[in-house]
């Protein structure tokens, strides 16, 4: 199974600012996923990152909010603009491996807007 | 729109016990179902996957069970233990398309 991990762990911001976090992981994967999941809810997508190409984002997510790195096949990051308490979340990175799709988290990244 | 269901939402028992964690889903065209645990504060570990194919999938003390067209999955623990305290996700991957759809769980808690 693939091992990721995130930087930073935590962090607390505030409005206004941005913050990029980082994923890596052990191994080569095409595809690198980027959630979000809020106070009490469930996860969400947010965009999917393809080394080399524009990341796709899901509906109710933009560029412009949520922009996505993806320099080559073992890291990707993404940045939370222009901050608002709203963006106070869990930020996850995954990725998916073998044949049969199983799919794997990244700790997270906490993330608290004050 | 994939929904995605987890009952109860909340479960508090005594070590030793077995239970049942029940997931349900609307739209049956899946590719696969995950179960995921979440410690508080951390990131998620796959704890079991079924294909849409399958019927169930066992580790150790955990029994996941998939009924696709009813749109149904349970997942079983034997012999809780406190360890197994933490969040129960289910998971769901359409025919299309790469997002998962999750519930929004089950916090466990088993006490001593």
Redesign the interface.
């Known amino acids: 199974?693939a091992v990721?991990s995130?930087k930073p762990s935590r962090d607390i911001c505030q409005r206004g600012t941005s913050l990029t976090i980082q994923c890596q992981v052990d191994s080569q994967v095409t595809?690198m996923?980027w959630y979000r999941q809020q106070p009490?809810?469930?996860?969400?997508?947010i965009a999917?990152a393809n080394q080399g190409s524009e990341a796709t984002y899901?509906s109710g997510f933009v560029i412009d909010k949520f922009p996505i790195s993806r320099p080559n096949l073992t890291f990707s990051t993404l940045t939370v603009s222009n901050m608002s308490p709203e963006d106070s979340s869990?930020y996850?990175c995954s990725v998916r491996q073998g044949g049969?799709?199983?799919?794997?988290?990244?700790?997270?990244t906490?993330l608290t807007v004050t | 729109k994939q929904e995605v269901t987890q009952i109860p939402a909340a479960l508090s028992v005594p070590e030793g016990e077995n239970l049942v964690l029940n997931c349900s889903f609307t739209d049956s065209a899946i590719y696969n179902l995950q179960w995921f645990r979440q410690d508080p504060g951390k990131g998620l570990t796959s704890l079991l996957l079924i294909q849409s194919s399958q019927r169930e999938q066992t580790s150790g003390r955990l029994n996941a069970s998939l009924d696709k067209s009813s749109g149904r999955s349970t997942l079983y623990i034997a012999a809780s233990q406190p360890g197994d305290s933490a969040t129960y996700l289910c998971a769901v991957r359409p025919d299309s398309g790469y997002a998962l759809n999750f519930g929004k769980g089950t916090s466990l808690l088993v006490t001593p």
């Open positions: 199974s990721i995130q595809m996923f009490g809810q469930s996860l969400t997508l999917t899901e869990i996850l049969n799709y199983e799919q794997y988290f990244g700790p997270g906490r």
